[in-house]
């Protein structure tokens, strides 16, 4: 058996030894884990997950390998990965490159050989918290010094965010829709593109001003890393749109519409993240399976009082999933319709705003 080469050590004393692949280096993150049994590649190229460490539940990672078609983003931002086993000899027709080779062709370190089951359970019962992936020879007290000492960053979604728009069009286009970037992940534009939009991506601080001169149809907000609270350019051009356009928010996007009119969010102890998380829809009473990664959550009890109504509800501990406000022209949800594991069963969320859009323009055109 080889000599380990690579540890982890946790905020709470921990340590484990395994084997390093991908990028030769140390990182400093906030550690969770993703109970998903497929999707890596989505996972790891996901702008959620930047400055975290994801521990995958699943055994075995890496069998199928990385392909050009499938990334969330362009240049992958997670922290690291942490898995049990991991395959370097994929088979699969469609893979490009192996995932050590694209883990270390973006910096991001990870290892394997180690008990993920004990470090999820760990994460279940204590919530998640600081790690650092380094080299095995790094003495135990130098590594948990330089963990309790590291900050979680408040600017990921400035870092992920685009510096400059940039376009996805579609033949014969029935919309064009504005999607402010706070790590958008590139399946929901190609779902807006096959709604029949034209989408214009701009950043994350991006003011009202310049999107109302794009005379867009409707505004979505996508996705992204970190806390709602420090995303407070999007958080302000919500309040000053509402009304205006039809707004659509996934995930971050939902937790920002929710601060924007009045609800408030709050840090879970160890989030969700996987791809059978059962969510009801209150509206109609049937339950659909999601796919979801966040941190932060709506608190259900502060929708009172606000022009937020709740429309869909998480089944395993009855967190907010989905809140609308009609006369306001917006609705959110706090899981990926884009990824939805059933057949299809959130599609639905984006013929919504389809509908909205529709009807938004009816009424221009009954008014001109």
Known sequence: MKPYNKKIVLENGYEFYGYGFGADKEAINELVFNTSMVGYQEIVSDPSYTDQMVCMTYPLIGNYGMTDEDYETRVPTMGGLIVREYNDLPSNFRYTKTLSEVLDE??????????????????????????????????????????????????????????????????????????????????????????????????????????????????????????????????????????????????????????????????????????????????????????QNHSYAVDCDSLRGTELKLTHKNLLDNTAEGVESMENKLFSVQYHPESAPGPQDSAYLFDKFIKLMEKEAEQYAEEN
């Open 106 to 291: 973006y910096g991001i370190p990870a290892i394997s050989g180690v008990d993920t089951r004990k470090i999820t359970r760990i994460i279940r019962d204590e919530g998640s918290q600081k790690i650092i992936i380094t080299d095995a020879s790094v003495p135990y007290e130098t590594a948990l010094k330089r963990v309790k000492a590291y900050e979680i960053p408040t600017d990921m979604v400035s870092r992920v965010s685009c510096k400059k728009r940039w376009y996805s069009r579609t033949p014969n286009h029935k919309f064009d829709v504005v999607a402010i970037d706070c790590g958008i992940k590139l399946n929901i534009v190609r779902k807006l593109n096959e709604k029949g939009c034209n989408v214009t991506v701009v950043p994350y601080d991006t003011t009202s001003e310049e999107i109302l001169n794009m005379k867009p149809d409707g505004l979505f907000l996508s996705n992204g890393p970190g806390n709602p609270e420090d995303v407070q350019p999007v958080i302000s051009v919500v309040r000053e749109l509402k009304g205006k356009l039809p707004i659509f928010g996934i995930c971050l996007g939902h937790q920002m519409i929710s601060l924007a009119l009045g609800a408030k969010t709050f840090k879970m102890k160890f989030g969700h993240r996987g791809g059978n998380h059962p969510v009801m829809n209150m509206e109609t009473g049937k339950i659909e399976i999601t796919s």
